[in-house]
């Protein structure tokens, strides 16, 4: 069977990384045709040599210095909002991974919707913002979304040969992030404590949303569009182990749970192989070296970002697209040491407050409104 074409957006962050060794296993499977990153060109750059890609998608910024890097390899070097959308809808790209950090990777789902692409997703942002206009994309085009979350993607195994409407609810594990036992006001915590996640390594920025709990708020919203159920059947509970990714409660009182060691290769090979597995080389759980798992209820007073995604997963409309873009704006201003710890979600709350909700947005209102918010808090 001849091998698909991959296109790897977001390849120099966290996801991207992993998903390139993915490849490298399923290299009979899989062809590399483009890669793209913004920033760490330097890393790009060693990427394109060890990966061979066709092409290789920068920043205008970045372009002089990836070429330069590159001066005698054969990959066409991209740049620009062009150069992802060439990425997105290539015709002789199948498959395309999403993991563009921010609000800046929606417009890659987008565009790879239109053209009827299989989408395996790593951006939340993408459904955060836009799931009720990607979906309806997606219908009229037969495009596919395959969850890379590692809770996305326990729920879709969870769920594998059972029948959707016998599911009661989704349980969605959070590990509590670096500050589920500290006591006190979080007002004065460090750049340095929020990064420090106990259990994951992961970019900067969705590492902040851990350590707020946005990042389940988030995955809540992704997963009332990934699978069809309102957030009122979705629960939140703190799994600091982090080896149960997820669960699925059914109307007879079974509950399936997808399990492993924390691992984004898993999530991320079990995207590209969907519904099939293949075989991964890489440490085992052994559960009886773990001993015990813990779970219990999160305190909402302590993390209040949580109460604010389900208000706007229940709302929808454009009230998402402020949940999304604020947290964004002020995360990024707190790594800039510009905000404290708190003032990132009490920021979050105001704009959701002063905002007029539209119901049903078309995806240039939502362009628009992040745009506008981005002008209006920086």
Known sequence: MAKKNI???GSTGSIGVNALKVCSNLRNDFKVRYISGYNNYRLLAAQAKLYKPDFVVTSDTNYMNVKKRLKGFKSVILCGDEGLKRAAQDDKVSVVVNAIVGSFGLKPTVYAAEKGKNICLANKESLVMAGSVIKKIMKRTGSSIVPIDSEHSA???????EDRSTLEKIILTASGGPFRNRKGSLRNVT?????????WSMGNKITIDSATLMNKGFELIEAVHLFDIPPSKIEIVI??????????????GSVIAQMGLPDMKIPIQYALT??????LDQPRLDLAKISKMTFYKPDRKKFPALGLAEAAAKEGGTL???????NEIMVYKFLDGKVKFTDIIKSVEKEMRDHRNKKEPSIEDIFELSGELWKKLN
């Open 274 to 279: 969907h519904p099939g597995r293949t075989h």
């Open 7 to 9: 296109s790897i957006l």
């Open 191 to 199: 750049v340095q404590e929020a990064l420090d996640h106990p259990n």
């Open 320 to 326: 998402p697209v402020v949940l999304n873009t604020v």
């Open 239 to 252: 799994h600091p182990e982090s080896i149960i990714h997820s669960m699925m409660q059914f109307i007879d």
């Open 155 to 161: 729920m879709l195994q969870a769920l594998n040969g």
